[in-house]
């Protein structure tokens, strides 16, 4: 079925078009903000319609050419096609609505920290084919799109982009496309590589053998497992007066123009002269961003909590404890015996657990600085604060990732 002269009202997190007809609300496919369409359904839900675009009818007054040769098939950036003015202006929309949605909190404006456009991310993730070459997915699907640069990844990535498939179609060559998929990360002087795959004895002791020497830091990740190839295996990244020392998997946050931005808000809403409970906490870059000191972090990687106490000690801190644990170990008692003032929050995209809002409103924090990734979670769990006695006191964002449609947000809930 065709619907006929759809105008693209929004645009949604993963990058599908809005549309409304006088039945339901349609997701379109590769639908560009303010243009009217004819789309074909390709399926049909209870409250709306996927829908995937045929032709355009009225170009849209905010497009542009896209400067990446890639954008129309791959999957790594969704808004490239809108000028930036307005990818800001749709991010604005997307915080506002899912406030308002979850809370009926009606927010006029929220100012948003913008970027530079292009080169900006200090990591890319990217497949890696049988023969060795660097992909990304195409939109909507697991093919892959053969590319030989990044416009959005650090100029030191694409620089050295080359020289990395290189190895990567070397070892394919030879043990039949055992890395499948690459992580390259940089802080513009030293470049770690993440080579995902099986490897057996020859393998391994054939890449060593091979590229020990190399200028790269490589690691193998087998089964969640790492071997480091040559090096240490880690960087050393400085936001501000602090460096830190990131590992193989350690989260770390990818816009090198924004880092400084986003842990510079949460430490204006923190405020000063707090204890400081850091949930989700990693190798500790945000919790000693936002404060100095007197830091207590909660993490589930153990490999991030060892980075998280060494980065303490780099960093001159006198009153730290890093754990090894699940958001949900905390209780009541943990948080008073430490003399908890303020917590901060960084989760997955999911959220919080229900059951870590419970703890932290039962154990009476008057302050939660909250930084998310999700929109949706979110505000999600702000109502499920203000059920519990909190309000919304100030909401800022930093555009981590200009060309999609993810952004960061920075909430500070405090007790009323």
């Known amino acids: ?22 039945a339901k609300t349609v997701f379109v496919e590769n639908a560009i903000y303010g243009e009217t369409l004819d789309a074909e359904i390709i399926a049909e839900k209870k409250n709306f319609l996927e829908a995937r675009k045929i032709k355009t009818n009225i170009k849209s007054k905010f497009e542009r050419k896209p400067p990446c040769p890639y954008f129309y098939e791959c999957g790594g950036c969704s808004i490239m096609d809108i000028n930036y003015d307005t990818q800001i202006k749709l991010k604005k929309n997307l915080i506002k609505n899912a406030i308002k949605k979850s809370t009926h909190l009606e927010i006029e404006d929220i100012e948003i920290i913008e970027s530079p456009e292009f080169a900006y991310r200090n990591k890319i993730h990217l497949q890696v084919d049988k023969d060795g070459g660097l992909n990304y997915l195409k939109k909507y699907s697991d093919e ?32 039949d496309g055992v890395i499948t998929e690459i992580s390259i990360r940089t802080n513009n002087k030293d470049i770690l590589l993440n080579l995902y795959g ?14 020990q020497n190399s200028k790269f830091h490589i690691n193998l990740i087998d089964r969640r497992k790492a071997y480091a190839i040559n090096g240490n295996g880690k960087l050393d990244f400085k936001i501000k007066d602090k460096t830190f020392k990131i590992s193989a998997d350690d989260f770390y946050q990818v816009n090198q123009y924004q880092i400084e931005n986003l842990y510079g808000v949460a430490r204006e809403f923190l405020g000063e002269n707090q204890k400081l409970l850091d949930l989700y906490c990693g190798s500790a870059t945000s919790s000693m961003s936002i404060n100095d000191d007197h830091i207590v972090g909660i993490e589930i990687n153990k490999n991030a909590i060892k980075d998280a106490k060494e980065n303490a000690k780099r960093n001159g801190l006198k009153d730290y404890k890093f754990i090894a644990k699940n958001a949900k ?28 809002v419970k703890t932290i409103a039962n154990a009476g924090i008057d302050k939660i600085v909250y930084i998310s990734c999700n929109p949706q979670t979110l505000a999600r769990d702000i109502k499920r604060f203000m059920d519990r006695g909190y309000e919304l006191k100030k909401l800022k964002a930093v555009d981590m990732f200009p060309q999609t449609m993810h952004v960061e947000t920075i909430a500070l809930i405090q007790k009323m």
């Open 144 to 175: 892959k799109v053969k590319i030989n640069n990044c416009l959005i990844a650090s100029d030191y990535i694409g620089q050295n982009l080359g020289q990395i498939e290189e190895i990567s179609k070397e070892i394919n060559g030879k043990f």
């Open 329 to 356: 170990f905390i209780d009541s008692k943990f948080i008073k015996e430490n003399k908890i003032d303020a917590i901060t929050v960084d989760p997955p995209r999911a959220g919080l657990d229900k059951e870590v």
């Open 198 to 211: 099986t490897y057996d004895k020859d393998c391994q002791k054939y890449i060593k053998k091979n590229w």
């Open 1 to 22: 079925m065709i619907l006929k002269d759809l105008k693209i009202i929004d645009i949604i997190q993963d990058g599908r078009g809005v549309a409304r007809t006088d």
